[in-house]
């Protein structure tokens, strides 16, 4: 790991994220965004935006592109990495992404509308035999059944990775791309419902069919936030902040669609906003 550490790590690359970016670039902060492949897949969707101020006949996409580029010019990079845990250190926080951990006095979450179980039952079986990282558990299940639940092609590897050491890999994509996975994984092709059992997980149910299985993987979903995070504060799923975009843990604040309704631009360019001008603010007095 790098000595070096950052005043700021904002964790997104949408408008809440680069918000928070630009105000802090533009008072001289040492800052570090990790950010997905795509910057904001809802903007990239959105046909056309007409209640954003000052621009009143927009695509979701030109806006987006216009956002990036701004980031750019302000001297942003984004490093297109996944943050999947922040812990506490004596100075701040450690980052971990991969095989990186960096190092930041405070911390702004910008990760957009948090990651939702879908799968009835899937908070019961939390640990008993459903999981959500197939590198760090899938020893576990050697010799065994599992399916796989692919929100994006982030979970081939680890599909691939399982297909080495378990029985059986079902692989359920969720996604329209054709999955890059290795021949003896079963891929199906239907939207999972429920998981079921009694102590562990024993089934895995489609709309059509019960596939027989002793663990299921759900991977390459955004991070919920309190796993990413552990300790903080959520209320009804979302980050609970406060007015200054605080959330309960020190040093570390929130931003946009994650901190709850109106998912909004305005909303969120503006939260992301107050975070950073905040972040600055506690780093200058640290
Ligand atoms: C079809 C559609 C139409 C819309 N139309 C409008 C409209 O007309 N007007 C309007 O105001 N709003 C509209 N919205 C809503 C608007 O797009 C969102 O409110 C806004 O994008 C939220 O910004 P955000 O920065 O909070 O999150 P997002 O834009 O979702 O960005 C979050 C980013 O963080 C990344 N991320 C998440 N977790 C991690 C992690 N652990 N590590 C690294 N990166 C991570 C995500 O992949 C994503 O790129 C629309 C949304 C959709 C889907």
């Known amino acids: 790991m790098s000595e070096h550490q950052f005043d700021i790590a904002i964790i997104g690359c949408g408008p809440a994220a680069l918000s928070a970016a630009v105000n802090a670039k533009n008072k001289n902060r040492d800052i570090v965004v990790l950010g997905s492949e795509l910057c904001s897949p809802p903007m990239h969707k959105a046909p056309m935006i007409n209640n954003y101020l000052g621009f009143p006949s927009i695509t979701g996409e030109e806006l987006r592109q216009s956002f990036l580029g701004h980031a750019s010019l302000m001297g942003v990079n984004i490093i297109k990495s996944k943050a999947e845990n922040v812990f506490p250190d004596e100075n701040g926080y450690i980052v971990m992404s991969g095989e990186e951990m960096l190092r930041a006095k405070t911390v702004i979450l910008c990760i ?5 179980q879908t799968l009835k039952n899937e908070a019961d079986f939390l640990g008993k035999g459903l999981g959500y990282c ?16 692919g929100y994006s092609a982030e979970a081939e590897p680890e599909a691939n990775y399982l297909a080495e050491i378990c029985n059986k890999v079902y692989y359920l994509p ?3 791309e054709d999955p890059q996975v290795r021949s003896e994984v079963e891929v199906i092709r239907e ?4 998981v079921e059992g009694d102590t562990t997980v024993k089934t895995l149910t489609t709309k059509t069919q019960q596939l027989t299985v002793h663990g299921v993987f759900v991977v ?10 552990p300790g903080l504060e959520l209320a009804e799923n979302f980050i609970k902040v406060n007015s200054q975009m605080e959330t309960n843990l020190p040093g570390i604040f929130a931003a946009g669609d994650c901190t709850g309704p109106p998912y909004q631009l305005s909303k969120a360019a503006g939260q992301g906003q107050i975070a950073g001008l905040n972040a600055t603010k506690l780093v200058l007095k640290m």
Do not use: F, H, N, Q
């Open 112 to 116: 957009g509308t948090p990651y939702r």
């Open 134 to 149: 197939a590198t760090c558990d899938g020893p576990l299940y050697k010799g065994k059944d599992v399916a796989i639940v």
């Open 174 to 176: 969720l996604y329209k």
């Open 191 to 194: 939207r999972p419902v429920s």
């Open 220 to 229: 390459g979903a955004e991070i919920a936030p309190d796993r990413l995070v």
